[in-house]
């Protein structure tokens, strides 16, 4: 049986639906996790075998454990998306029917102690979802510029009040944990208004900047559409804007037979469309899974097809 404790995936029925996992198929889970969709695809169809791919190897130990009852049908391996295409030839995983990404955070990350991607507790200031990088949330916050911290927080955090918050944090340098970052930033844009805490959004950009994520996702991208055979399915399920603009402008341009810049006479790319979109219109999650499941609240799941 599986365990109460572990947390409900995102939009699983809408993943499954246009995934539609086949007996002797083979699938992608690119944001392996706790392993929920995963787990979903295993026991939607029998004969079904999936790969999963996470750079935190807490989410592999945990989705291991968790994924354990189907032998051999599942691989787990502890490295990110950008390899996705290797790892699946290496494990004989290739070509693939089915590729399924889940950004963000995942529960067990913002949840685990000691990772430091919540303010909810005073934790070191890390954000890593690979504990291998050098990279961590501490050299960001004491040792970038002011001019660069500012351009994270407002490009990754889409923050109005990046500058402002910049130069707040570099004033109250050193900073020791999550709490006394979170506490800088507030003070900074001068208290709490809304239901959102103030410093979430930089949160969020301290984070897409420590792991990379909008460059790992445009490769990891790639990667899919090399991995998926002709008629094989890729679903990207984003929580936030630069995210899911990112997924949009990358599957619309593989859409197209040409990527040549607007009123250039000749095609001179050379371009050829690898993708077909599925939905135009972004898919959402339904009502009730919002009420039952918050994290699904800002959900947006896009889909395309290998040509």
């Not at 947390?7 to 690119?30: C, F, K, N, T, W």
């Not at 998306?81 to 529960?107: C, E, K, Q, T, W």
């Not at 897409?208 to 790639?222: D, Y």
């Not at 006479?265 to 009730?288: M, S």
């Amino acid at each position: 049986m599986r365990p109460s404790f572990y947390h409900h995936p995102v939009m699983v029925e809408q993943a499954l639906q246009v995934l539609a996992p086949r007996s002797g198929g083979i699938y992608v889970d690119a944001t392996l996790g706790e392993g929920g969709h995963a787990e979903a695809m295993l026991d939607s169809t029998p004969g079904v075998r999936v790969l999963g791919l996470d750079p935190d190897p807490r989410a592999i130990a945990t989705a291991t454990r968790r994924l354990e009852r189907f032998g051999a049908a599942f691989v787990a391996t502890n490295t990110s998306y950008v390899r996705m295409n290797a790892i699946a030839r290496a494990h004989g995983l290739y070509p693939a029917d089915g590729v399924l990404f889940d950004l963000g955070l995942s529960s067990l990350q913002l949840e685990g102690e000691g990772r430091g991607f919540s303010f909810q507790r005073a934790e070191p200031l890390d954000m890593r979802f690979d504990p291998r990088q050098e990279l961590t949330a501490n050299a960001v916050v004491n040792s970038l510029r002011r001019e660069e911290l500012a351009r994270v927080i407002r490009e990754y955090g889409e923050e109005p009040r990046a500058n402002t918050i910049a130069r707040a944090i570099v004033e109250r340098r050193p900073i020791q944990d999550t709490h006394a970052l979170a506490a800088v930033v507030e003070r900074a844009v001068g208290g709490r208004r809304g239901r959102i805490h103030p410093a979430t959004r930089t949160f969020q950009a301290i984070r897409i900047h420590v792991n990379g994520e909008l460059e790992a996702l445009s490769t990891g991208l790639q990667q899919a559409f090399e991995t998926l055979r002709p008629g094989g399915r890729l679903a990207v399920i984003s929580y936030h804007s630069l995210e899911d603009r990112l997924a949009k402008e990358v599957l619309r341009r593989e859409s197209r037979d040409c990527v040549c810049p607007p009123r250039t006479p000749i095609c001179t790319c050379g371009h050829l469309a690898t993708l077909g979109l599925i939905n135009r219109k972004v898919i959402v999650p339904t009502e009730d899974e919002v009420r039952s499941n918050p994290r699904a609240r800002s959900a947006r799941m896009r889909v395309a097809e290998r040509l």
